[in-house]
C-alpha cells in the first residue's frame, strides 16, 4: 500500500510517514517546508512544494500510480498569526485546500483523510464533546478547519472522493524510536509550559482553580501522537469499512477522559527527578476550562484507543527535547 501524505515533513504528518513505514505502507510526502522539515523526510519519497501546484501533484501521481489514499497534514497551525493575517490563513488552509481536491478528483483518487480540529467545538457542561457537539470556532484557524470541513462534505456529496475527516485534539511526545518530533523547543500548549518551567526552575502557574471540572483546574484532551499516527494508519488500511458507505465522515480522535491541568502536572511529576514547583492564580482573560472527547465513534468504526499513557507521552516529549537538535542538524 502507498499513500500521498501532504504536509509529511511536519511534526503529526512525518510521525503518521514513519508509523506507514512500521506498518508496511510506503508514505510519499509532499511538503513546501513552510514550516517543516526536510530531515524529516530523510530516506522517504519526497516532493518539495505546494499543494496547490496541479503540476507537481500530477507529476506525483504520474510517478506513483498506485498511490490509494492520500492525507492531508499540510496548514499553517498558528491560532494568534491566524488573528493577525487571517486573509493568509484562509488561503493556506482553505483555497489550497480547495485546490488540492481539484487535482485529487482529476487524478481519479477517491479516498482522503483530513487533518482536522477538535479546537472548534462548544463544549456541554461537563467539558465533554462528541462529532454532533455545536462547532463554534473561536478563531480564524479554527474557522479555516470548520470551513474545510463543510467544503469537503459538500465535495464528497458530489464527486467520487470520499472524506474521513480525523478530528485531533492535543497530541503529545514523539516517534518512540525518535525519527521525528515537534520542530519547535516547547509545545504551545500547558506541557510546553510545564517543561518550561521544570527547566528553568520557575514555578509552574496553574491559572484557573475553580472550573467545574473533577479537580477544579482546566481540562484538555493530551494524545500521544504515536497514538494519533495508530488511528491513522487505522484509517488508511480500512478507509471503505470505516465510511460504511457515508461520503463523508468526521472522528474525533481523543482520549475519552481528558486530563486536568493537577492531573498533567501529577503525570509530569512521575516522570521528572525533581518535581516541578506550582502557584495557583485566577484565570486569565479568555481562559476557558476546556474540552474533552468521548471517543466512541472511534472505538466503534477506527477500532481505536490510546495505549500511550500521559506520562509516557510526556516522557517522549522529554527524550525527543534532548535529541531535536542533532535530528534537525542533519539536512538544511
Ligand atoms: N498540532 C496540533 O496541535 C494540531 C491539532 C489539531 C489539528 N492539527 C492539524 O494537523 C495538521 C498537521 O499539524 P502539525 O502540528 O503537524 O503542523 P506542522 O506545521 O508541523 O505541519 C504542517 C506541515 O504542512 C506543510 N505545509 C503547510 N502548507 C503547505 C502547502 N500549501 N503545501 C505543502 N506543504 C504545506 C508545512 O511545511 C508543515 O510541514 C494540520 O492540518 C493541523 O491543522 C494539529
Redesign the pocket.
Known sequence: MKVLI??G?????STVASACLDAGITPVI???????RREFATDRHFYR????DGALLDQIFAEHPDLDVVVH?????VVPESVTDPVGYYE?NVT?SLQLARHLIRNGRSRLVF???G?FYQPGPDGAVDEDSPIVPGSPYART?AVCEGMFADIAAGTPLRIVSLR????IGADPKLRTGL?APYPTHALGKLIQAHDSGRPFEITGTDYPTRDGSGIRDYVHVWDLAAAHIAALTAFDDVLRGEEYLPVNVGSGTGTTVRELIAAFDSVVEEPVQTVESPPRPGDVSGCFTRSDRAKRLLNWEPQYTIAEGIADSLRWAAVRDSVLSVAG
Open positions: 501532504t504536509g515533513a511536519g511534526y503529526i504528518g509532499v511538503d513546501s517546508l513552510v514550516t517543516g512544494g505546494d499543494i496547490a497534514c499540510a496548514a499553517l497551525i493556506a489550497k487533518s482536522s480540529t479546537c478547519k485531533y485534539f492535543n497530541p520542530q
